[in-house]
């Protein structure tokens, strides 16, 4: 479970950044989708933190370091975007 959380913790941050650019640009329809993964994985998360309340506090310390260690880069390589491109998972 400790994979699975810290997997969902760096794909809401990778959301957050991609919604954040959505806005930017201005762009409704894959902002639309973004929020609407961001909602799945924040339910994952909590599920998560529910069962597994020391799993899930390790995985946050070790997002927080890997951050700390190695900062997310400004500005997003192309493609990273077509991870969430389908509606249906």
């Known amino acids: 479970m400790f994979v699975a959380a810290l997997h969902s913790l760096n794909r809401r941050s990778e959301l957050r950044r991609l919604m954040v650019w959505a806005r930017h640009k201005r762009l409704e329809g894959p902002l639309d989708l973004y929020t609407s993964r961001m909602v799945e994985e924040e ?14 506090r390790w995985a946050r310390l070790v997002h927080a370091i890997s951050n700390l260690v190695s900062p997310r880069q400004r500005y997003m390589p192309r493609g990273s975007a077509s991870t969430y491109r389908y509606k249906s998972r």
């Open 43 to 56: 339910r994952k998360l909590m599920k998560i933190g529910c069962h597994f309340p020391a799993q899930m």
